[in-house]
């Protein structure tokens, strides 16, 4: 069986007794020999929250993820719980008169079962303030684990080291039946986790792991190659293996249908105790003596196909299941984005082989399972075998009767109507080690550091490119190809008619090819992780989670979503992209053909062929094909396709078509439309339309654009407007600079005393308007008097009578404000000291 077996944890520490994972956060529970339980990060490494549980050792924890607790039994006897998130420890109490050497939690009830060196098993009911509810008794031996039936949670066994295995019910006190599983004592015990066997494997000191029947109470099969006591032994919940590890170092891999050993792991951690398994990721998490360490089986990606009718296959182990979407045709707007669809399935058939990958003929007819290094070629309706062989990889041709098999690294034979194609072979291809090889339009070969295109009936190269590609991709209409990377891909446009005329030419065709074969249509920074081809237009989805399309020369987003989903699909039928979760969940996306199509016709500069198609694209999509011609600067017909208002007058900004960007403007709410009027006013000021600006600075309110434009305009009934304006929004400095600019030195000085600024309002008066000095003292007094600075106040002097006294009162008053005594600053009346005042009147006699 051929699947990667890649390490993702290695953490050296004390001895690990046991290993849990939480179902949704990325982390590992341990419990360690020395009485500490560690909870790992398992993606970055880093152990995030340490417990000191016990001062003996931890023999088993599991969480209990619904109420954000773990729970962990150790050698004092103990049966501990912690919420994890607050390290608060919510209970703990002594469950056993004697080591607790296992636990399991059941999957839906408040019960927790623990197993002791007291030959008892018993359940505790946490909804009942951990009340004993019931005690297991029979085995004669040291208890050293437990398992709920997955097909049946009011059932569990047990795996003890009097050699027995034995299967209980919840509410009975007597084991249902009894197994004499091993010649040794039994360590582990695990049920098969699908519907379709009742299946259990063992593993004992017998150094041996054995696959029960446990209906018929009889052992299907016992496998040796272990040689030291086995710890554990598990069934995969994902893929058909066992996974066993042993007191000899080891992790054994075993084929669930064959028994056979397909890998051996050893990390040099001394002797394997425990074992967990993520079941949404293909993680295994193996404890051994010197550390933990977490291994990823395989690949994540489920394993389906889907043709372009929408009739979809994918493999569950080695069963093959189908289902239709044309059954689930939605009605218009009855399907949200992102919902799940409701999709019956049923299986029609099973296949030999552990399916790595599915590909259906381009017509849909035929199914090619790829896996453990064959390949089979099913009728995609009866599931009938119609031929099969040796491959790494598979290819169909367009034609749908020709295909290529990748049999090794060297060898890539053609097949024509089910036979081996004589004579023409590809040329070269036992020269270069190929990984992977992809149908379409060319053969696709891809290997360390490039790839390569051969047509299929010449079997010529056709191009050599020097790039590290995963996956290679051939648009439907056979112009265009897709080559991913880790990183990045690029879009390349073929040309045949280049590649005729070559050949035509009588040229010798090299190793590279014929370099004016493709040019490069768009590199794009982004990692791709599934794909195909609507026509020209490439559908993706990325590996942060983002499904899009790319059409001419840029990436377009359809739509985030918040899971690992897998495309299968586009049905025109339905206008929607069809995609899966690794638990084949369907979900689906709106995208119009209409608007592809019409990009499509406008890349093309077939703006006649793009006019027939506009009537029939949907309405609600109209915004987003105007925002496409808007990036491809045919901002007129953008503007006359958008039915967003704000987009149309930017548009029309953009034009200069300021009658439309007006008249939207005052179709926009109140409280809307300041913004619009002033962009509004900025476009018609740069046009040099100045009433137009003026009304538009007018309703946006912008005051001081409004100062600056009648200024220039000398328009005096509109500044005395503006002014009153200003004043009644209480932008006074605003207000002042228009009276002042109009000459009204009288309304400057009322404004000044109404704001409370009444020294300022002397000090203009004396400059500007000496009638209103008066006034103007008179309200400095009484501001000066209403602060309770009635000295201050009187020693501020009528201006009328004596300028002296006033000048001083001016100068103690701001000697005040500033914190300095009134000689200091010696204010003349104008703000200058006495010797610059006797200079200016020197200089005032002078002139």
């Known amino acids: 069986m051929l699947f990667e077996v890649n390490r993702k944890l290695f953490s050296r520490s004390d001895r690990v007794k046991a290993v849990d994972f939480h179902p949704t956060e990325p982390w590992l529970l341990t419990g360690l020999y020395n009485g500490t339980v560690n909870i790992y990060n398992h993606e970055t490494g880093a152990i995030v929250k340490t417990f000191e549980v016990a001062e003996v050792p931890v023999r088993c924890v599991k969480f209990i993820a619904r109420k954000n607790w773990f729970i962990a039994g150790s050698d004092d006897f103990q049966l501990r719980v912690f919420n994890y998130n607050t390290h ?16 399991t939690v059941h999957p839906t009830a408040s019960i927790v079962l623990t197993g002791s060196d007291d030959m008892t098993i018993k359940a505790w009911d946490w909804e009942k303030g951990w009340k004993n509810v019931q005690v297991y008794e029979g085995h004669t031996h040291y208890i050293m684990n437990l398992a709920f039936n997955p097909k049946d949670s009011n059932t569990f066994a047990s795996a003890c080291l009097d050699r027995t295995v034995k299967m209980w019910s919840i509410g009975a006190t007597h084991a249902n039946f009894t197994m004499d599983a091993h010649e040794k004592g039994v360590n582990y015990v695990d049920f098969y986790p699908g519907a379709d066997k009742p299946y259990l494997v063992t593993c004992g000191d017998d150094k041996t792991v054995k696959v029960w029947d446990y209906l018929s109470k009889s052992c299907v099969q016992t496998m040796e190659g272990h040689t030291n006591n086995v710890s554990f032994a598990v069934f995969h919940p994902n893929l058909p293996v066992i996974v066993s590890g042993a007191e000899d170092g080891t992790v054994k891999i075993w084929n669930a249908a064959t028994y056979r050993i397909e890998n051996t792991l050893s990390y040099s951690l001394e002797r394997a105790w425990c074992v967990g398994l993520r079941r949404d990721a293909n993680e295994v998490a193996v404890g051994f003596d010197e550390g933990v360490v977490i291994v990823k089986l395989g690949r994540d990606e489920p394993t389906l196909s889907m043709d372009p009718s929408g009739k979809l296959i994918y493999t569950r182990n080695h069963d093959v299941v189908s289902g239709n979407l044309q059954t689930v045709a939605p009605a218009e707007g009855e399907v949200e984005d992102g919902k799940r669809v409701p999709l019956s399935t049923k ?36 599931w009938r075998n119609k031929s099969f062989g040796n491959g790494l990889s598979f290819a169909w041709a367009p034609d749908n009767n020709t295909y290529a098999v990748l049999e090794n690294k060297v060898k890539l034979k053609i097949y024509k109507n089910f036979r081996e194609r004589p004579g023409t072979g590809m040329k070269g ?24 295109f051969w047509d299929w009936e010449t079997g010529e190269v056709v191009r050599r490119i020097d790039v590290d590609a995963k996956e290679i991709h051939w648009s439907g209409t056979g112009s265009l190809v897709a080559i991913t990377t880790a990183d990045s891909f690029y879009i390349l446009r073929f040309d045949r008619d280049a590649y005729n005329a070559k050949l035509e030419a009588g040229e010798e065709i090299t190793d590279e090819g014929v370099e004016e074969a493709f ?52 049905m025109p039928a339905h206008n929607r992209v069809y995609l899966a979760d690794k638990d084949i969940n369907v979900y689906s996306y709106s995208l119009s053909l209409a608007v592809v199509e019409y990009q499509t016709a406008v890349l093309r500069d077939d703006m006649d062929a793009a006019a027939e198609i506009l009537p029939s694209i949907p309405k609600d999509q109209l915004n987003k094909v105007a925002r496409f011609l808007e990036s491809k600067d045919l901002k007129e017909l953008a503007m006359s396709i958008t039915t967003d208002p704000d987009h149309k007058f930017d548009l029309a900004l953009q034009l200069q078509d300021l009658d439309t960007a007006h008249s939207i403007a005052r179709t926009v709410p109140e409280s809307e439309a300041q913004p619009k009027w002033k962009a509004l006013g900025d476009a018609a000021l740069s046009t040099w339309q100045f009433e137009l600006a003026r009304e538009a600075f007018g309703k946006a309110e912008d005051l001081s654009a409004l100062l600056l434009l009648l200024l220039a305009s000398g328009d005096r009934s509109g500044l005395e407007g503006l ?27 009322d404004l000044l005393i109404n704001t409370q600024r009444a020294p300022e309002a002397a000090m203009f008066a004396r400059t500007y308007a000496p009638s209103q000095a008066t006034n103007a003292v008179d309200a400095w007094k009484a501001d000066l008097t209403s602060k309770s600075r009635s000295k201050l106040a009187d020693s501020v002097a009528h201006p009328n009578f004596n300028t002296e006294l006033f000048e001083e009162g001016w100068a103690d008053s701001i000697a005040k404000e500033q914190g300095s005594a009134p000689e200091a600053v010696a204010i003349n009346g104008r703000g200058v000291s006495e010797e610059d005042a006797e200079e200016d009147e020197e200089d005032e006699d002078e002139s």
């Open 88 to 103: 608060e420890k919510v209970t703990a109490f002594e469950a056993h008169p004697d080591y607790i050497r296992c636990l």
């Open 347 to 382: 299986e029609i058939g099973s296949t030999e082989i552990f399916a790595t990958a599915l590909i259906h003929s381009p017509n849909g007819r035929f199914v090619t399972v790829v896996g453990d290094g064959e390949y089979i070629i099913y009728t995609a309706l009866a």
């Open 429 to 452: 291809a036992g020269h270069w080690g190929i990984d992977g090889i992809s149908g379409g339009t060319l053969l696709s070969a891809r290997g360390n550091g490039f790839v390569l």
């Open 519 to 570: 040019d490069v249509v768009a590199d794009v920074a982004e990692v791709v992780k599934t794909a195909k081809w609507i026509g020209d237009c490439f559908i993706y989805t990325t590996a942060n989670n983002r499904l899009c399309y790319f059409i001419g020369a840029e990436s377009y987003t359809v739509s985030p979503f918040d899971r690992p989903l897998y495309l299968l699909g586009y």
């Open 723 to 749: 002014a009153a304006q200003a004043e009644t929004k209480g932008q006074n400095n605003l207000a002042f600079a228009t009276r002042f600019q109009l000459g009204d030195a009288n309304a400057c000085v």
